[in-house]
């Protein structure tokens, strides 16, 4: 006889006011639904989402938006049915992640398993979000998986998808603070690769860049500049500088650097940070205990950081020369190099053999 599902309690109450401290804290895998067909209010309901949940307790993963939210997410006065109903179903729909342990495929996932309407007489909804199993390893995971972390203030007024993704992908990289993209793979992330409109750069850059530009400047605390770099006659790369910023608060509950020992820096400036986190999450014995010491870890990060660029993996995500996805398919990719070669011969120290590796494609000897 099947056991009665347990009812989860929602965590009740989405703050809109000046001063409210809600942080958006979404892993990195989830960066890859710019490729989906989510729109703009899709997205904003998704961080406010993640921007209430406790990220370290699974148990917690049911939110309520309470009358009027829902509303004030999405900056209308009144949502119909059937919009309510569409903007739900395609959250509730299988959409593409990225694992950053697995280089040869993909995988679909629902984002949530159940959402419950309730409309008052003045037409405000009360709305509960609940994830499915399969999406809390991309929820709260983020620790082991790589985050990205900003104020969801910054993003609910956006009016423009190109906007939002664009926020997304510089922060995505601002650890890099300066670096060049292609145009081609630019308009690729922002999902406007198939319009005619922006094939062209000049209208690319009059009609979308600059309006991202302008909107971003205004209503996020995102500040950056971009430059067009020519390859020939062509304009072939966006050099982009992201300007650091102060750090983010968050309200009680939340995940905070500090729970990882790490600062601000850690995440956006250094990129030890995302290989020790690739050998903390990839080098697991069979009970999940990680395999090497932090000390061990700290010499590989060294290693691992010595190897040229050109022999990390493509970035999975973006295509781009980005650390986060590349680091942790490299420590993936070689992980699984010595377990295949443990499978025929026996390996006596297996962190001197994993360094050997390693230490092979930074060509020390």
């Not at 958006?24 to 989830?30: A, G, R, T």
């Not at 209010?41 to 049911?62: G, V, W």
């Not at 971003?216 to 500040?223: A, F």
Request: glycine share 4%; charged share 30%.
């Amino acid at each position: 006889m099947a056991t009665k599902r347990k009812k989860i309690e929602p965590i009740m109450g989405i703050t809109f006011d000046p001063d409210a401290k809600l942080t958006v804290q979404k892993s990195l895998p989830l960066f890859a639904l710019w490729r989906s067909e989510l729109t703009l209010a899709e997205f904003k309901i998704l961080d406010a989402y993640l921007s209430r949940i406790d990220s370290r307790n699974p148990d917690k993963r049911a939110v309520r938006f309470e009358k009027g939210e829902l509303e004030k997410i999405l900056g209308v006065k009144k949502i119909n049915t059937p919009e309510l109903k569409e903007r739900l179903k395609h959250l509730g729909t299988m959409v593409q992640v990225d694992d950053p342990t697995k280089t040869r495929s993909f995988r679909l996932v629902a984002l949530f398993e159940q959402a419950e309407c309730e409309q008052d007489e003045y037409g405000q909804w009360q709305v509960d979000l609940e994830c499915t199993q399969k999406a809390m390893k991309y929820i709260f995971n983020v620790e082991n998986l790589g985050y990205l972390r900003y104020k969801l203030r910054s993003i609910v007024n956006l009016t423009s998808r190109y906007s939002y993704i664009l926020f997304l992908y510089l922060e995505q990289n601002r650890f890099r603070k300066t670096w060049e993209v292609g145009v081609d793979e630019l308009r690729k992330i922002l999902r406007c690769d198939d319009d005619e409109t922006y094939k062209e750069f000049k209208r690319f850059n009059d009609r979308l860049l600059k309006r991202c530009y302008k909107e971003l400047h205004e209503k996020t605390e995102c500040r950056f500049t971009y430059e067009p770099i020519k390859k020939g006659r062509s304009v072939a790369f966006i050099r982009f500088t992201v300007k650091t910023l102060p750090a983010i608060d968050t309200i009680p509950g939340q995940m905070n650097l500090t729970d990882f020992g790490l600062t601000e820096d850690d995440t956006l400036d250094n990129p030890a940070y995302d290989i020790i986190n690739a050998l903390k999450y990839t080098c697991n014995l069979p009970d999940g205990t990680p395999e090497f010491s932090p000390a061990q870890m700290e010499e590989l990060e060294k290693l691992v950081h010595s190897v040229p660029l050109y022999k990390l993996p493509q970035d999975t995500v973006t295509g781009t020369n980005g650390a986060l996805y590349r680091y942790h398919n490299y420590v993936s990719i070689c992980y699984a190099k010595m377990n295949r070669i443990a499978e025929k011969t026996k390996i006596k120290n297996r962190f001197a053999y994993f360094c050997k590796i390693i230490k092979e494609d930074a060509e020390i000897e």
